[in-house]
């Protein structure tokens, strides 16, 4: 069974940094690409970030280029993604999500098909 | 960047109804659209992908169709279990986008 299990997110004040962590089982972790999507409270999702089977690709939304890396360990079938300037708009559930391509340069075939439960990040002072 | 619309924002329908989604991208996106189901506390589900492949284990109700910049999400005959929020998003071209979401209710 695939499974996702995020973590590390919790209250931090504006300005501060924080890193969250995605470990994966049940899959050939280092055959996938791998995202992060975000959901604000009562918001719709957002793509945060996505990283290639060899972490020889990455793809950033706009609102969190240079705050944010997104990086993979396939020996510790580990994701994660560092987060810095955290500001109160990233506020939200981080979902890890699984990939049905290796790759994530577009244009491609592209489908989440398999979710971490998500953690909270709450930004506030 | 790509921005993704989708209509009806929300529609109320009964079980047995025929229910059409409907989801415009601002350019051309060929057939990179993805569609997703997400119930209230719980993480999105993958449903169709390529605009029109049927994720493995989805019931054959749900249906997507379109190109280019507009496509559907079909559900043939609503089930209770239907009752949900379904998002599209596009893989055409970094940032990847979602859609604002339809609420069927």
């Known amino acids: 069974e695939v499974q996702l299990e995020e973590s590390g997110g919790h209250l931090v004040q504006p300005g501060r940094s924080l890193r969250l962590s995605c470990v994966a089982s049940g899959f050939k972790f280092g055959d996938f690409a791998m995202h992060w999507v975000r959901q604000g409270p009562e918001k719709g999702l957002e793509w945060v970030a996505g990283?290639?089977?060899?972490?020889?690709?990455?793809g950033y939304a706009d609102s969190v280029k240079g705050r944010f890396t997104i990086s993979r360990d396939n020996a510790k079938n580990s994701l994660y993604l560092q987060m810095k300037s955290l500001r109160p708009e990233d506020t939200a559930f981080y979902f890890c999500?699984?990939?049905?391509?290796?790759?994530?340069?577009?244009?491609?075939?592209?489908?989440?098909?398999?979710w971490g439960q998500g953690t909270l990040v709450t930004v506030s002072s | 960047d790509i921005q993704m619309t989708q209509s009806p924002s929300s529609v109320s329908a009964s079980v047995g109804d025929r229910v059409t989604i409907t989801c415009r991208a601002s350019q051309d996106i060929s057939s990179w659209l993805t569609w997703y189901q997400q119930k209230p506390g719980k993480a999105p589900k993958l449903l169709i992908y390529?605009?029109?492949a049927l994720q493995g284990g989805v019931p054959s109700r749900f249906s997507g169709s379109g190109s280019g910049t507009e496509f559907t999400l079909t559900i043939s005959s609503l089930q209770p279990e239907d009752f949900a929020t379904y998002y599209c998003?596009?893989?055409?071209?970094?940032?990847?986008?979602f859609g604002p979401g339809t609420k069927v209710d």
């Open positions: 999500t699984k990939d049905i391509n290796v790759g994530v340069l577009p244009p491609a075939v592209r489908g989440f098909d398999a």
């Open positions: 990283i290639g089977w060899d972490s020889g690709s990455l």
């Open positions: 998003h596009q893989g055409n071209s970094f940032p990847f986008t």
């Open positions: 390529a605009a029109s």
